[in-house]
């Protein structure tokens, strides 16, 4: 495993790997699961992380409300990545 990842928009293609990334912290209620369309219907606030391998290592979205106003949604990284500071916010 590398440690170095970008940053993509997502794609509709990444709906099923979204899913598989949140069911685990959503068993731990640590995340809220949704249906299937909630993911499509709020797609184009996604951004992936994905290794230089091609594996998608994490996933948010953000969640414009207003012009100086947002919420992060659905954070969540997969098990082999988290507590390695990749996602650290300054």
Do not use: N
Request: charged letters at 25%.
């Amino acid at each position: 495993m590398t440690d170095s990842f970008h940053i993509r928009p997502a794609r509709t293609s990444d709906v099923p790997a979204i899913k598989r990334l949140v069911a685990p912290l959503a068993d731990e209620r640590i995340l809220m699961a949704k249906e299937t369309v909630a993911y499509y219907e709020s797609l184009q606030e996604f951004r992936i992380a994905e290794s230089t391998d091609g594996e998608m290592i994490g996933c948010g979205a953000l969640h414009v409300m207003w012009e100086d106003l947002a919420e992060i949604r659905t954070l969540a990284a997969s098990g082999q990545w988290r507590g390695r500071g990749w996602a650290t916010f300054w």
